[in-house]
């Protein structure tokens, strides 16, 4: 079985939320700068929980941060 990609937005859309830091986005959701780093680069997959916390941070439903395989056209 293939690595299981869950992909995500974070940071695009911290670029678009006022170039938001990655420093500042860990303290929002309560985690590492270097979690959000791993998560950027594909080389974490957050828990449902933190998944739920991040997207709650950018006032966007989860599907609009992450997504599951490739990622979806724009």
Known sequence: MGKILVGNHIRKL????????QQQLADKVGVTRQTIVALEKGN????????????????????EVFF???PPSE
């Open 14 to 21: 911290r670029f678009n939320h006022n170039e938001m830091t």
């Open 44 to 63: 974490y997959s957050p828990s449902l929980e933190l998944a739920f916390r991040i997207a709650h941070a950018f006032g966007l439903p989860l599907e």
């Open 68 to 70: 599951y395989g490739d």
